[in-house]
């Protein structure tokens, strides 16, 4: 089943002569389970896809479906609700909260979701621990490393079994170890936690996790990659090298 | 990669069997280089030609024929460690001829070569991530060959992205402009002929 679905979305702001074309017609679909890269250039219009992916901005035209679901057709308030039990997100800058250790972090989205404290709590040590942070839990951001926080921002998006995870250029601010292992972790999370992850980059060693990559320039899907082939097509026959 | 000193660093842990130092070649390298037994034998006949290893005489010769590296040996291999390959002189790069050819074709969409090019490429690093994916993750080896790979794909997608920008950017400001264009009397003065001959001066 596809969990999320963009069809023929286009988006501009401002009008007349100041109006500015972010997508045009743009379509993608992402199973369950699957892993989807958008990569482009700046300007591109990847930031715009992925807040009308995520519900907090509506298209110009086109729809916007998440499990088989059109948002379009949905209330303010299951709108808010779908942001909160359906859809995770991690941004380049992490966007933890200062004054709050790393599990209330990570326990306050279902806590503003009426879920009660002390369950949310151990929801947020469950994530955390997959995330290998249990040691972590009682930490402040200021006193996690940008590898742990941006760690942390996967748990939170991922707390209270969500399936959808929007993610904007998630190790932007990385190193390249960090950085690859915040992809193996999405990765993981949809290949054993049955989650649907959208990751918006420039970089194309992240891309290169996804199980699809497509390429977005001037607002316009122009390409995407082939069904990927598995590993064993790298390797050299016998006697060519 | 050199054999011959693949071959004395696998000697420098202790002394080895040929037919050992060629499955342990092959393991270290990840399995991606295959080698035969000829070459093997080949390369050890002529490091102790060389003076770099040397082997039990008395054994005939045959995968029970032993080898250790000499002080001679060592000294090469700390040598070869430290020289870094030689990188000065730019490659006959296909693809950026292509690019280049493309972008002075009439009627050629530099953009969908640029893409074709980039597509491939990912492509192509989709498969080496996929090997990381596949319980690689614990062989050292194996993990630095492919980050190898995956960097040097990863350059070339950087240089088509910075690419395209450029030419987006000369095309807008209306700034696009050739050097024969400058000279129109020296049509030999095509742009990549004179980088080399500018890169062969600095050397």
Known sequence: MSMLELRQVSKSYGQGSAEVHALHEVSLTADEGAMVAVMGPSGSGKSSLLTIAGTLEEPTSGEVLIAGQPVSRLSRGAKAQLRRRVIGYVFQDFNLLPGLTAAENVSLPLELDGVSGRKARVAALDALGQLDLSGRAAHYPDQLSGGERQRVAIARAMVGKRKLLLADEPSGALDSVNAESVMRLLHEACKNAGMTAVVVTHDAQLASWADRVLFLRDGRVTDQTAPAAGPESLLVPDGKQ | ?203
Do not use: C
Not at chain 2, 14 to 43: D, I
Not at chain 2, 155 to 183: F, I, M
Not at chain 2, 184 to 192: E, F, H, I, V
């Open chain 2, 1 to 203: 990669m050199s054999v011959r000193h693949a071959m004395l660093a696998l000697l420098s842990e202790g002394p080895k069997y040929g037919l050992q130092l060629r499955e342990e070649f092959e393991a270290r390298t990840g399995e991606v280089w295959p080698l035969n037994v000829g070459q093997v034998y080949t390369t050890l006949q002529r490091l102790e030609r060389d003076g770099l290893v040397e082997s039990d005489g008395t054994a005939e010769e045959g995968p029970q024929k032993s080898f250790r590296i000499t002080g001679e040996g060592e000294q090469e291999l700390a040598d070869w460690l430290r020289t870094p390959p030689d990188l000065s002189s730019p490659p006959r790069d296909e693809l950026v001829m292509k690019v280049l050819v493309a972008l002075r074709m009439p009627g050629v969409d530099v953009h969908a070569v640029v893409q074709a090019h980039r597509r491939y490429l990912v492509e192509l690093m989709q498969q080496w991530t996929r090997i990381k994916e596949d319980g690689a993750g614990t062989d050292l080896s194996m993990l630095l060959a492919v980050d190898a790979e995956l960097f040097r794909l990863d350059s070339v997608v950087r240089w088509l992205d910075a690419a395209e920008g450029r030419v987006k950017r000369a095309a807008a400001d209306g700034t696009l402009t050739w050097a024969d264009q400058a000279n129109p009397g020296d049509q030999t003065r095509a742009p990549l002929p004179r980088l080399r001959r500018e890169m062969r001066t600095r050397r």
